[in-house]
């Protein structure tokens, strides 16, 4: 790479780490706002019926909004960060990743088998990033009232680890799901986009497959 790519390069890097803080802060410190008077407006039991609902809408739509927000700032971050390379415990990770959802959704009947001392090189924050959104789209697969069935697994071939993601939720079939990111430039889930490109930055692949018994997601991580 010559110096006016290197240069490019950096200043591209420098733009989305600007870009990251400003959503990070300045973007969201409005969305707080909105939430925060929704919560006094609805505490001070003054409105109507009709305006509680309103309000109600209000609310989910800000709250809605905060989360691409912080889904935005993690994929600008994903480019905006350096790659560090060394090992990582996938396993934990992985594990990580399954504690975050069950305590978000306590209650649900979930079965996850996570392979134990799975291992990768690779930079541990990228990679957890990917492993929460896998996971996390693994799980939203699964019908409301069924089981959550998920097994991680991974294998080393070719020096490289091949990680494997299969759950048994809904099977994907429309071109405009998340998982269209893995064959189209277009990505319809910020969360599926995310994933591709920690893969992509460590230099591997990404796939997916979906059957009558579920989806799998194949990712390839060079040594």
Do not use: Y
Request: proline fraction near 3%; include cysteine; charge should be negative.
């Amino acid at each position: 790479m010559d110096d006016s790519n290197h240069r490019d390069g950096d200043e591209l890097q420098a733009l989305r780490a600007n870009l990251a803080r400003v959503v990070s802060h300045d973007l969201r410190a409005q969305v707080r706002a909105i939430k925060g008077f929704g919560r006094l407006l609805d505490n001070s039991g003054g409105l109507g019926l009709g305006d509680c609902e309103h309000l109600s809408r209000i609310r989910d739509a800000a709250e809605r909004l905060d989360e691409m927000m912080l889904d935005l700032v993690d994929w600008l971050r994903v480019d905006a960060a350096e790659a560090k390379r060394a090992p990582v415990d996938l396993s934990l990770l992985a594990d990580w990743a399954v504690m975050d959802l069950r305590d978000a959704h306590p209650g649900r009947d979930v079965r996850i088998d996570v392979q134990p001392e799975m291992q990768a090189i690779g930079d541990e924050h990228l990679l957890r990033q990917m492993m929460q959104r896998l996971i996390g789209a693994a799980w939203r697969r699964a019908p409301a009232q069924a089981p959550i069935c998920i097994t991680i697994s991974a294998r080393d071939d070719a020096a490289a680890t091949l990680l494997r993601i299969h759950d048994s939720g809904h099977r994907v079939t429309d071109p405009a799901s998340e998982f269209s990111v893995l064959r189209e430039s277009r990505d319809a889930d910020i969360g599926a986009t995310i994933a591709r490109r920690v893969v992509e930055r460590h230099g591997g692949t990404l796939e997916s497959e979906s059957d009558a018994d579920g989806t799998t997601v194949r990712v390839r991580l060079p040594d």
